[in-house]
C-alpha cells in the first residue's frame, strides 16, 4: 500500500526544504573561504547550536529506522545506548577543556599533540573506514528503506537496468545532503541541524501519539506486549537453556553460549566503552564542540545535547513496540506482516516500524510533518558523516602532505574526498541487507573499531607516563583484531558460496564468528589497554614539554583557573538534573 500524501502534507515538505535552502544559502554568503570556516564554521558556534547539532547529527536514520525496528524485536533492551547520556557530561566536563584548550581541527591532530603524528595518521584512517562502514552506508541504507517503504513504487529505468524504490531513496538521499554539506560546510550542516533536530521532535512525538491512541493508551500498550520487552536487563543466558555451555541455535546461526538479545553484562560492562568512544572521542560528535568559541559555550552544549538524547526511549523505541502491539492486536490490518501466525515478530519486516506506522497511523494532513521528520533525521546523520570525513581527510592527510595547500585547495579537497567516500559507502549496502537488524549492525561495528580508541584517549590524559609507542601499538593491535572479526563475519553475512551455514562447528573461526559481538568488544579493550601500558612502561618516558596542558597532571595553574571561570552553579545543576532523569528510567524499566 503506497503513502497517499494529500497537498499539505507536500506543502510542508516544500517549506522544510525551503528552510535547508535559505539556512544554506545565508551559510554560504556569510562564510569565508578558509579551512577554519569551512571545517569549524569560524569557531562561532552558540551553545544551542552546538547541542541541537549534537543531537541531530546522532539521532539520525539508524534510529529512525533501525532503533524503532529494534523496539519492535527486542523491546527496551538498547534504551541502554540511549541513556548513555551521561557520556556527553564526561565530554563536557572532562575533555572539553583539553580540546577547547588545543584548538585542534580534528581529534587524530589532538592525539598527535598527545603521542606522535603516527598515532594521529592510524587514527584518521581508522576513523574514516569506521564512517564510511557506519555513518555513511547505514544513513544509505536507512534512506533506501524509508522510500522503499513510503514510496514502493517508485521506479526508474536506466540503461536497461531497474531501479527500485529502494535504490532511488539512498541515492536521492545521498545528493540532496551532499548539496548542502559539500558547499556550506560545517556551519550550514550544524544551523540545518538546529532546525532538522527541531522537526525530527516535532514529527516524532506526534507519530507516537498517534500511535498510542489507535492502541487505546499506555496501558494497553503495557497489556498486549510481554512485560520482559519493558525489562532494560536480559538473562545472560537464553530461557531454556539454564545449566547447559551447548551452543543454541538462533534466527537461522549459532549463538555462541550467550543471549544475542543483548544481556545484562554486555550492556553494563561493554556498552560504556562504545558510548564514551563515541560521544568523547569521534570526530563525529565532538567536531561540534570544536566550533564554539569557548569552553562555556562547548559544555552547555553538550548538558543540551545530554537533555535531548534522553528523548529517543520514547520517540524511536515506543513507537517500535506500539507497532508491534498494533500489528499482534490487529487494529491496524495493514501491519499485519510485523508478525507471523503465531504472533512472532518478523524482523525484515520490523526493520521498517517507524515508516509502516506513518503510512498505517497517521491522519492525512500530518503525514508531511512525520515525512520531514525522517527526512530531517536521514540528512542530519548523513551531513555530519560527510563534513567529519572531509575534515580527518583534509587536515590530517592530504594537509600534512602538502604543507603549501592554499585554503581554497584545501576546501576544494575535502569536497572530493566527501564524494569518493559516499561511493565507496553504497557499495557497502549489500552487507548491511545482510545483516540481522539495521541498528545491531552499528553497533556491532563500532564494537569492533571503537575500543582501542577509547583506551589511549581516556588513559592518555589521566595517565602522563604512557608514550607514543604504547599508544600506536596499542592502536594497530586494537584495530587488527577488530578488522579480523569483520573478516571472519562478513563472508557469513553475505552468505556467499561455501558459508551458507557458517564455519565448521567448533573451529576458531566458528568460535570468532558466533561470540556475541559486546564480548569481543571487551576483549579487544582489555588487550588494546594492557598493549597500551605495557609498551608504555616499557619504553622511556615521553618529553615533559611535549605533555603541557594534555594530561590532568600537567595542566597549569592559570589553564585551571580559566576553566574554572568557564561554568557556574547553573551548570552543575543542569548537569545533575540529567544524572537523576536517567536513573528514573533506569528504575522504571527494570522489572
Partial sequence: MPLHMTALDWIVIAAYFGLLFVLTWWAIQSSKDTADDYFLAGRNLGWVVVGASIFASNIGSEHLVGLAGSGATSGVALAHYELHAWCLLVLGWMLVPFYIRSRVYTMPEFLERRFSAASRWVLSL????????????????AGGVVFG???????????????????????????????????????AVAYTEAVQTAVLIVGSVVLTFFGLSKLGGWGELRAVIDPDMFNLWKPLIPPGV?????????????????????????????????????????????????????????????????????????????????AL?????????????????TGRVVPSVAQAAFPLLVQHVMPVGLRGVVVAGLLAALMSSLAGAFNASATLF??????????????????????????VMVLIGLLWIPVIQGARGLYEYLQGMQAYLAPPIFAVFFFGVTLKRLNAAGCLTALIVG???????LVVDTPVTLRLAGYEQGYPSGSLLWIVNNTYFQYYSLMIFLISSAVLIAVSYATSRPPERQLVGLTFATVTTEQRRESRRSWTASDVAASGLVLLLIAAAYLYFTG
Fill in 126 to 141: 581508522i576513523s574514516l573506514v569506521a564512517y564510511i562502514l557506519t555513518k555513511m552506508a547505514v544513513g544509505i541504507f
Fill in 149 to 187: 517503504t513510503l514510496l514502493p513504487e517508485l521506479r526508474l529505468e536506466l540503461g536497461g537496468t531497474v531501479f527500485n524504490s529502494f535504490w532511488i531513496g539512498s541515492v536521492l538521499v545521498v545528493v540532496l545532503t551532499g548539496l548542502y554539506t559539500v558547499i556550506g560546510g560545517l556551519r
Fill in 242 to 322: 539454564e545449566g547447559t555451555w551447548a551452543p543454541v541455535k538462533e534466527a537461522g546461526r549459532m549463538a555462541w553460549y550467550f543471549n544475542t538479545n543483548y544481556p545484562w553484562v554486555g550492556m553494563l560492562f561493554c556498552a560504556p566503552i562504545i558510548g564514551l568512544w563515541y560521544w568523547c572521542t569521534d570526530q563525529y560528535i565532538v567536531q561540534r564542540t570544536l566550533g564554539a568559541p569557548d569552553e562555556r559555550h562547548a559544555r552547555r552544549g553538550t548538558i543540551f545535547a545530554a537533555f535531548l538524547k534522553l528523548l529517543p526511549v520514547f520517540i524511536f523505541i515506543i513507537p517500535g513496540i506500539i
Fill in 325 to 341: 502491539a498494533l500489528a499482534r492486536s490487529g487494529r491496524v490490518p495493514g501491519l499485519a506482516g510485523m508478525v507471523d501466525a
Fill in 394 to 419: 583534509t587536515i590530517d592527510f592530504y594537509r600534512p602532505l602538502h604543507p603549501g595547500a592554499s585554503q581554497a585547495q584545501l576546501v576544494w579537497i575535502g569536497r572530493v574526498a566527501t564524494t
Fill in 479 to 485: 584495530f587488527l583484531l577488530g578488522l579480523f572479526r
